[in-house]
């Protein structure tokens, strides 16, 4: 049973202990900051609250049928300086009045000492059920240490939790367990900001192994194993050198943060880079060196892992009367598992190194490779060299595994995991690991490629065709899929480098399809993806997709329907794969909306726009036919409309807004109407009311106030001076409640609007981690069009709240008009295009007086 907390005064003897708990803690991390050796220090604090503990529990006086154990991390003696004090309290039977009041004064002790613990009363029976329901339980338990109190008691105790242990059982509970924990974290370590203790090749997967081996009864450390055989004593000194140096880092992040932090963020990375002894080179920063060696270590972590459960389970389910299955002459299966029948096959017939993941990929039945040919694999891959490359079988091979119907990326992973990928790819090797600090990925830039060509593959099956139809249905019609994988595989392999990415990484594109004999039309589609993999998201977000020569421009660059689909795919593929934040389903619209008018030009169709408008007054018209409205309502309304609200705007749009004004075209109050966004993400708000001096800004101080962010903004000016002003906001957070914001925008911003409110000063709002460390120069541009009737005015700066009302403040003191605004976060990065007009526009020395008010809006501090 869990014993409650109590809220009882400060007891004299608990609050005694913790002045000197602190006191010695401090001396721990002065020591440990002078030596920085971790087993020390982790084993005397320990110690020190083993001590503590003790000294409560006689204190108390409980009777001596009782017993106090350590679990969980403390029970293996590795507590870290803000971890949880985890302990058991074991009772012979349910516990009277009395008792549970003594119990109560034991937990509330605990805390009056300042120790933050986490526990659980339980008799054996109660810890039996609960393990048997919950696999963490039971892990915790496993690792039960006694502190005080009764012997016996917890030696039943263990002898209970080992005879209810069932090893296979428990293997099978904690592999499935470590697989969705990998999940989480997109099956790779290799993210800028990784969990060092849960992500893969993380301090979790080290105790994974030690757990699963303590119950098969096959060793409590790394030489206990290596003596049954299940690692060799290299590799055990490895993992005992992998563990030391992920514990020191834990325990200096805790230190750095001042609690329990075991995410190595951009705020510790510095200082802990300095701490390791790194220092910033003319090519690389002291922290980017500490990652590296942080990803090396994490990498070989994952590759000794599955080693090592790959032998525990040989352990503990394998059946001597199973004999291998021959596949070929190189290969055979065993237990699953692929095994080169012969342990020097990668070293005579190098070939059979890429042979090796095709099969893998043509018998889904393996899940994986044996640890025997892991090792040889890994020994060979210095073998992978120019004559190897050079080799038309392994040219042939590695094209063969790109166009398998399964299992691509999977091996793809795999590959990278072992250095074999980056070895047949020099340029790819090269990038492995590398650090991208443009604040909108949020992944090394080999684990953003290996990300794109996921969600490439994810186009190709059914059971994702919810997510993006419109890519599913084209990639079922695009041949020669892995065409696209080869882009996307090279797309950012130029990285780091200097110089254009897209241009240098072409040209890796080029030598590799005229290396593996890609037929010249294929080969060319795959350079025109790398080279131009940038151009349809910055057409899409940064320009008037309204302007026919926009589209024009951009179809020409395609030049045919099948570049345009290729280019589509890998972009939505690209921009999914950079980070969770960056993708909504505003940029999806935006890119779909562009690749459609692209098409229909490429098709023949035209987009003079003239039969555009007529088709979209008539699908309006038919829409709002549908609330028994006649044709005529429109006329009041539209006659105030000129061409360009028409090309802006879909039929949709058009219809709700006519819907909505057509009885108040001369409305005397602000008109304010919000709904769910047609694109199933966000609000789209629409504002009608006389033009007003700084509406914009009243406008976005207003969505600034309650924490919405502007996606997109069109605005619009009626021929009798009314503006007609629609936003696309997105709420903060993952889930935010739309539906119930709708009457209090409505309410609250067409009464703010009728009072026209004083504007409020702007703020400076709350800057993010990521760019309180890795801050951007903002940069103002403003360029006339070709007409000179009005301006583009193009924004780049650290996005925060308040950004878009401080912008719009300074528009409004030099009577800019604002006529589009393509709001455009990429991360914690802004590029915001706006097309303005106005007077002072047309005065030199006054555009750079509103540049120079602009950037100094867009500092930080």
């Known amino acids: 049973m869990p014993a409650t907390q109590l809220a009882a005064p400060v007891r004299p003897s608990a609050a005694g202990l913790r002045a000197p708990l602190q006191a010695q803690r401090r001396e721990l991390r ?29 204190e108390v006086g409980l009777p001596g ?47 009056d000492a300042g120790l933050e613990t986490g526990h659980a009363v339980r008799t054996i029976a109660e810890c039996v059920s609960e393990s048997a329901k919950d696999i963490t339980v039971q892990t915790s338990l496993l690792e039960a240490r006694w502190l005080a109190g009764s012997r016996s008691l917890f030696a039943a105790f263990t002898s209970a939790m080992r005879e209810q242990l069932d090893p296979q059982a428990f293997f099978q509970s904690k592999r ?75 325990i200096r992040l805790h230190y750095a943060a001042g609690r329990r932090e075991d995410r190595l963020l951009f705020d510790y990375q510095t200082g802990l880079a300095a701490q390791f002894g790194y220092a910033d080179t003319p090519t690389k920063r002291a922290s980017e060196q500490l990652m590296q060696r942080y990803y090396r270590t994490a990498k070989a972590i994952t590759q000794l892992n599955t080693l090592l459960l790959q032998n525990i389970a040989v352990q503990l389910f394998s059946r001597e009367d199973i004999q291998p299955e021959i596949l070929n002459e190189r290969f055979q299966t065993a237990h699953e598992l692929l095994e080169a029948r012969d342990a020097d096959l990668f070293e005579r017939h190098p070939q059979a190194i890429l042979e090796s993941f095709l099969l893998l990929q043509q018998h889904s039945g393996l899940k994986g490779m044996s640890a025997q040919t892991l090792r040889a694999l890994w020994r060979a891959r210095t073998r992978i060299d120019a004559r190897f ?162 589209i024009k421009a951009f179809a020409a660059s395609a030049k045919t329907e099948r570049r345009l689909t290729a280019l589509y795919l890998l972009t939505v593929a ?48 038919r829409l709002l036919r549908l609330y028994a409205l006649s044709d005529d309502v429109k006329d009041r309304l539209w006659s105030k409309l000129d061409v360009a609200y028409f090309l802006r705007h879909d039929a949709q749009d058009i219809a709700w807004q006519t819907r909505t004004l057509h009885y108040r075209v001369d409305a005397d109050r602000p008109v304010v109407k919000a709904r769910l966004s047609p694109i199933g993400e966000g609000l789209q708000v629409m504002i009608y009311t006389r033009d007003q001096r700084d509406l914009f800004a009243r406008i976005c ?12 903004a069109r605005i619009h000016t009626t021929r009798h001076g009314y503006a007609l002003d629609t936003f696309l906001l997105l709420g903060p957070g993952n889930n935010p409640h739309y539906r119930d914001m709708i009457n209090l925008i409505e309410t ?18 709350r800057v993010s981690r990521q760019l309180r460390h890795f801050p951007i120069t903002p940069e103002v541009n ?80």
């Open 176 to 250: 499935l367990e470590q697989e969705q924990r990998h999940g989480k974290y997109q099956e790779s370590p290799y993210s800028l900001e990784p969990n060092l203790k849960e992500a893969p090749g993380g301090l979790r997967d080290l105790q994974a192994i030690l757990w699963i081996s303590r119950s098969a009864g096959l060793g409590d450390n790394w030489m206990d194993l290596a003596a049954r055989d299940l690692i060799t004593a290299s590799e055990a000194r490895q993992l005992a050198s992998y563990q030391k140096f992920l514990g020191e880092m834990r």
């Open 748 to 765: 609250e911003l067409a009464d703010r609007l009728q009072r026209q409110t004083p504007l409020h000063p702007p703020t400076r709002g």
């Open 65 to 111: 049928s009782l017993a106090l154990a350590a679990v969980g991390g403390y029970g293996r003696g590795e507590l870290f300086p803000y971890s949880d004090v985890d302990l058991l309290v074991l009772l012979p039977n349910e516990p009277d009045a009395e008792l549970k009041n003594k119990l109560e004064t034991l937990i509330g002790s605990f805390w």
């Open 701 to 712: 101080g207003y969505f600034e106030q309650i924490n919405y962010s502007i996606a997109d």
């Open 389 to 550: 490359r050079r080799d038309p079988v392994n040219r042939a091979l590695f094209l063969q595994i790109l166009q398998q119907p399964r299992g691509i990326v999977h091996e793809l992973r795999r590959m990278n995991q072992y250095s074999i990928l980056g070895r047949y790819l020099p340029a790819f090797g090269r990038i492995v690991g590398q650090m991208q600090y443009d604040l909108f990925h949020a992944y090394t830039v080999d684990q953003h490629i290996l990300n794109v060509i996921r969600n490439l593959r994810r186009f190709t099956m059914v059971e994702f065709a919810h997510e993006y139809p419109q890519c599913s249905r084209l990639m079922a019609g695009f041949e020669r899929h892995w065409l696209l994988y080869i882009a996307a595989l090279f797309h950012d392999i130029a990285k780091g480098r200097g110089g254009d990415h897209s241009t240098l990484g072409m040209l890796d594109a080029r030598a590799f399809c005229r290396a593996h004999g890609i037929a010249r039309d294929d080969a060319d589609l795959v350079v025109f993806l790398v080279e131009h993999h940038l151009t349809m998201s910055s057409v899409a977000q940064k320009q008037d997709l309204s302007d026919p020569g926009v």
């Open 782 to 861: 403003i360029r006339p069009d070709e007409k000179g009737a009005s301006y583009a005015l193009s924004i780049l700066a650290g996005d925060r709240p308040g950004l878009l009302y401080a912008i719009a403040l300074v528009l409004g003191k030099y009577d800019i008009n604002l006529i589009t605004a393509k709001i455009v976060t990429l991360g914690e990065r802004a590029e915001d295009v706006f097309l303005v007009s106005g007077a002072a526009l047309a005065n030199p020395r006054t555009v750079l007086q509103l540049e120079a008010e602009l950037l100094e809006a867009l500092q930080l501090k």
């Open 30 to 58: 002065e020591r440990f900051g002078a030596d920085g050796r971790a087993q020390p220090m982790l084993r005397q604090h320990r110690l020190l609250i083993d001590r503590a503990l003790r000294t409560l529990w006689s």
């Open 574 to 621: 690209d921009v999914r794969g950079t980070s969770p934040k960056v993708w909504n389903a505003w940029k999806g619209k935006l890119l779909e909306d562009l690749f459609l008018l692209a098409r229909r030009l490429l098709r023949g169709d035209s987009i003079g726009f003239e039969q555009d408008i007529q088709a979209k007054q008539e699908e309006a018209l």
